[in-house]
């Protein structure tokens, strides 16, 4: 079964400073990668995905991230935070299309002045 | 990508009652995904819903306290039965977006009392 690895809880980072979340699966195969970030009392927003391809992808709101097949990992990035980034992020996976998303504990990002 | 109505938006109910969350999605999709989220916690899969055929359900998840209809391609409905407690969490749908990532309703909070 797929399983997914946030090992931060609870990150703190100065506006402004650089941001990486870690994120680590296990799957037998390749899965489809996912990002998504979810505000106080907010549903969630998909950051960005890997199906394929260029192994770093670009998503929205400045954030990035890089797949290492090699580490199993998909790590999130953002080189400059805004205090509107304090938020919960989730890493996800899935097998393929129409499956069902396995999904990280979380980390929760705090923004400090 | 696809949209998703979630309703109600959030609900406090008496324990021992009934409450059924309803998905409306804006294109014809094949599965929809049912999730729970804890206070605190992050998201986990209740069910699968497959139009014209049974849901399937996660270990730990039964048809009876969980029942889900799905009479077409672009709805379905949760129920939670016969509520505690600790039923109390954000229930979400998600849908496959084809492409764009997998999207999620606007979740509903529930609250047990």
């Known amino acids: 079964a797929q399983s997914v690895t946030q090992p931060d809880i609870h990150i703190t980072v100065s506006e402004g400073a650089s941001l990486e979340l870690r994120c680590n699966y296990s799957?037998?195969?390749?899965?489809?990668l996912f990002w998504y970030v979810q505000s106080p009392g907010q549903g969630l927003q998909l950051l960005l995905k890997?199906?394929?391809?260029?192994?770093l992808v670009q998503g929205i709101k400045g954030f990035e991230a890089e797949f290492k097949r090699s580490q199993s990992s998909f790590n999130l990035r953002k080189p400059s935070v805004h205090w509107s980034d304090a938020a919960e992020y989730f890493c996800?996976?899935?097998?393929?299309?129409?499956?069902?998303?396995?999904f990280g504990t979380g980390t929760r990002l705090t923004i400090i002045p | 990508s696809a949209v998703i109505s979630q309703k109600p938006s959030r609900d406090i109910c008496q324990r021992g009652t009934s409450l059924t969350i309803q998905c409306q999605v804006d294109?014809?999709?094949?599965?929809m995904f049912w999730y729970r989220q804890q206070p605190g916690q992050s998201l986990t899969l209740i069910a699968t819903?497959?139009?014209?055929?049974?849901?399937?359900?996660e270990s730990g998840f039964v048809i009876d306290k969980f029942p889900i209809s799905r009479p077409n391609l672009t709805f379905s409905t949760l129920t939670v039965s016969n509520m505690s407690p600790e039923d109390s969490s954000i229930y979400l749908c998600?849908?496959?977006?084809?492409?764009?990532?997998?999207?999620f309703g606007s979740g509903t909070r529930l609250t047990v009392v």
């Open positions: 799957y037998g195969a390749t899965p489809y």
């Open positions: 998600s849908v496959d977006g084809q492409g764009s990532g997998y999207t």
């Open positions: 294109s014809q999709v094949t599965m």
């Open positions: 819903a497959n139009q014209g055929s049974e849901a399937t359900y």
């Open positions: 890997y199906f394929s391809g260029d192994t």
């Open positions: 996800a996976v899935a097998p393929g299309r129409n499956e069902k998303l396995t």
